[in-house]
Structures are given as structure tokens and as C-alpha cells.
């Protein structure tokens, strides 16, 4: 079952980058396995994908000791500060820094350790209430600030767009993303690079990647709907 889902999205990829003209390889998969067992992904890997998405730090330390370490993790959830220690060496990219102290607290910890963390900044760009990251007009600032860390690289921006059962109406909310990422990456910060956009999860990501998603984080439309009360 899941091998058959990854196929299915892995066809869906191609299929809307062939719609935009755009190269498969230019568009990762990410598959969101938080809330599943271990053993969930050891299936999805007989697939060969490798990156996989954790929204708590605990989970992705627990996955990390049991499973192969070619597996590239990607930390996808709201971060706590006193839990950054713990990825440390453990994960490729953190996408969801949203402040300058949080960005403090990464430097210091992998400085420690002589590693360069990888880094995304979270933008909140439907504005919702009830979601982390920054608005677009915070963005270029926090982009500076954050560039002057030595351990600390900027690959890119991260969205979570609003949750909906018609993609067409997070396809602004991706293109404005898109925008927001080519003006910055044009102001040329060191330090900074801007290749990296990480938009679309399962309802939505066919959308994302004709609008420029470079990575797609899909979970349910993988390893089936989440169960949180187990
Ligand atoms: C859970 C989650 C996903 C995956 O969501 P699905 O709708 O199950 O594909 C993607 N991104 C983030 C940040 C998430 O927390």
C-alpha cells in the first residue's frame, strides 16, 4: 500500500512538472512520517526515498537510532528552543525557523559541535492565527539577521498553506511564496541562499510545484490518514 501510494505521488510529480515545464529532479519528496512506526518506513524506503518529515524532535531522535543512517530527516514542526541540542547531527534541514532566538539558540548549539545546520525560514503567508511563521514583510529582515550566523546556512523559505479541499485556492499563497523567494534571492545577502521552497503537503502539492515547490511534504497521501489519540 504504500509503496503503491509513493508511486502514485511520484507519478503526480511528474505530471505537474511536465504541465509547467519543470525537470522532476528539481522537486524532492519529502514523506511525512510523524505519528507512524518505524516499521512504516522501512517499507517506504524500499521505494529508495530517503528524506523523510518528523514534526517533534522526540520522534526523530527515535526513528534516527532504529533506522538507517542514509536517511535524511527533516524537521518540519514548531521548535523549541531547548530542544534544538538534539538534532544536532541528526537532521538535513530544520524548515521551520521563525524567529531570530530560536536562529541564536541553532547557531549555538552547532557551533558546539563544529556542524552547519540547514536551515529554512517559515513564513505564515495566509496570515493564519493559528499557524507558526512569519509574514512576508518580515522576511528580507529576519533573512539578514539570521545570514550573519556562522553555523547557520539559509537554503530557502517553508509554508504551511491553509488546510483545503480545493487546491486552487492556495495557488496565490504559493505564488506570492515563489515571489517573495526570487526578490530575495535577487538582493544577493551573503550567506544566504534562497534554492530551496518547501510548499504543497497532500492536498495541495500538485499546485505548489507548478507554482515553483522545490520540496513537497506529503504524509497522509503515503502512509494513510494520522491517528492521534493512540
Ligand atoms: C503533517 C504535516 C505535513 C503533511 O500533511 P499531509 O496533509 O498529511 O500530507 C506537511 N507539512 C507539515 C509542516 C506538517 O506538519
Redesign the pocket.
Known sequence: MILENIKEVQENINAACAKVGRDPSEVTLIA?S?TKPYTMIEEALKSGTLDY?E?KVQEITEKYEILPKNIRWHM??HLQRNKVKYLVGKTAFI??VDSVRLAEQIEKEYAKADEIANILIEVNMAEEESKFGITSTETEEMVREISQFPHIRIQGLMT?APYTENPETNRGYFRNMKQLSVDISKKNIDNVNMSVLSMG???DYQVAIEEGATMV?????IFGE?NYNK
Request: glycine fraction near 28%; proline fraction near 0%; hydrophobic fraction near 30%.
Open positions: 511525512v510523524k518529515g514534526n518540519i514542526g524548515h521551520s504551511i503537503m497532500t492536498g511534504r506529503v504524509g497522509t497521501g494520522r
